[in-house]
């Protein structure tokens, strides 16, 4: 048995990330050709002085409509891959700490065992200030039955806590989803 | 569904901790909870996918983007990208982006009192080879100050971007170079916590990389997280 490498070391994005990586942006994940309910996801980053982190980078990652992931490991046939949703989106954050994507509501995927997990995009979050990125997942407030059955929103013992992974519907299919990085309302992140 | 194969996790010390006070930043913006476990889920292991038709070979060369030569040590940077179990890691995207040699970034938030290059905006992009290989021309970033103690100066650096196979491979970092007399004093460098990471986070200078009467070499591997041997149990 060779040896394990351990991987690299992380580090910040630091402050001045745009210059590298805005070329990749991409907050219009969804267009017209694109299947299931399209949706626009906004929010707010803050510290914990509650306020605006304006050089942070959210990276997001989801399965289609139909709840299958654009990628070589999810071969699920029965679930078709949409030609115009590969699932990817990057956005800095503004002045604000604003942050806003236009999707589609992703469909169930399956979870541990024989477990469904409820639709939910996962989140990679960067910023000045941050050594590793932190991992999280946006949840649907208005698929309370699917959120109950979840196996990983389980894992997460208050409910409170559970809340900060709700995005809250508004009107015409927006979401409002903030990350708060301290105090009461700290949104839960992940070891994964 | 059989359950997926997850991915390795953290190697204790070879990562910096989210909250590492004497980088004055991360005091509000760390997580004061603890982080929830959870188990990867086909979520996890899969991850964007992108393909050459974003990236074009002449990205790789930060020497070309203006209109002249930037000033400064021009430099070959090339290495391989691995996986936890030393496999290359192949066509998979690497983004990087640095000051110029003055130490200036070419950034409307940079304010420091060095000069900006018209020839060098700082970025480029490639797609590793067959074999996990990368290579980017460019020129040795300068050090420069900031503002988070007194007398603070960041070491010469190179920031790296990349996504290897999944949401889990995911890595930023920042490649440091041999020898330099600032890392003592850096709190980011030393924001990891075992001397042996830290030391992996410095290229070495390649005699056999660098271009006779053209360009010196430095050569720097990164490895992301390796995967685990068997599914995930639940």
């Known amino acids: 048995m060779t040896d394990k490498l351990i991987p690299t070391a992380s580090a910040t994005v630091g402050p001045y990330f745009h210059i590298g990586l805005t070329w990749l942006n991409h907050t219009e994940m969804a267009t017209a050709a694109t299947a299931g309910r399209q949706i626009v996801i906004t929010g707010r980053v803050v510290d914990g002085n509650g306020e605006a982190i304006p050089d942070a980078m959210i990276e997001l990652w989801q399965a289609n409509a139909a709840g299958r992931y654009d990628h070589p490991e999810d071969g699920r046939e029965d679930k078709p891959v949409d030609r115009s949703f590969h699932g990817y989106g990057r956005s800095r954050t503004d002045n604000d700490g604003g942050f806003r994507f236009v999707t589609v509501k992703p469909g169930p995927v399956p979870g541990p065992g024989n477990t469904l997990q409820a639709p939910h995009v996962v989140v990679a979050l960067f910023m000045r200030g941050l050594l590793k990125h932190l991992y999280t997942r946006i949840y649907f407030a208005d698929e309370a039955a699917a959120n109950a059955a979840d196996p990983i929103l389980g894992l997460i013992d208050d409910e409170g806590r559970r809340a900060t992974l709700l995005a809250q519907p508004g009107p015409d299919g927006t979401y409002r989803w903030d990350i708060v990085m301290q105090g009461d309302n700290e949104t839960v992140f992940f070891d994964v | ?234």
């Not at chain 2, 890691?89 to 970034?105: F, M």
């Not at chain 2, 030391?199 to 053209?214: H, K, S, Y």
Request: charged share 25%; aromatic share 10%; with cysteine.
């Open chain 2, 1 to 234: 569904m059989a359950d997926v194969v997850g991915y390795r996790r953290e190697v204790p010390g070879s990562q910096p901790p989210h909250l590492h006070a004497p980088y004055a930043s991360t005091v509000k913006r760390a997580p004061t909870r603890p982080l929830v476990y959870i188990p990867h889920t086909l979520s996890e292991v899969t991850g964007p996918v992108f393909g050459h038709d974003r990236v074009r070979p002449e990205d790789a060369d930060l020497t070309k983007q203006g209109a002249g030569q930037p000033i400064g040590e021009r430099m070959i940077l090339a290495g391989r990208v691995l996986d936890g179990d030393g496999r290359p890691v192949p066509h998979t995207l690497v983004e990087i982006w640095q000051a110029n040699s003055t130490g200036r970034y070419h950034h409307e938030r940079d304010q420091h009192d060095a000069p900006l290059d018209p020839n060098f905006t700082g970025t480029g992009r490639c797609i590793t080879d067959a074999e996990g290989n990368y290579r980017f021309v460019t020129i040795k970033p300068g050090a420069y100050p900031w503002r988070n103690h007194h007398n603070a100066w960041r070491p010469e650096h190179i920031h790296f971007s990349l996504f290897g196979p999944s949401f889990m491979t995911r890595l930023v970092t920042q490649m440091y170079f041999p020898g330099d007399p600032l890392f003592p004093y850096d709190p980011i460098f030393n924001g990891i916590p075992d001397e042996a990471a830290r030391q992996r986070v410095i290229c070495q200078f390649d005699l056999g990389l660098t271009e006779p009467e053209w360009a010196l070499g430095y050569r720097w591997d990164i490895v992301l997280r390796g995967r685990d041997a068997t599914p995930m149990e639940k």
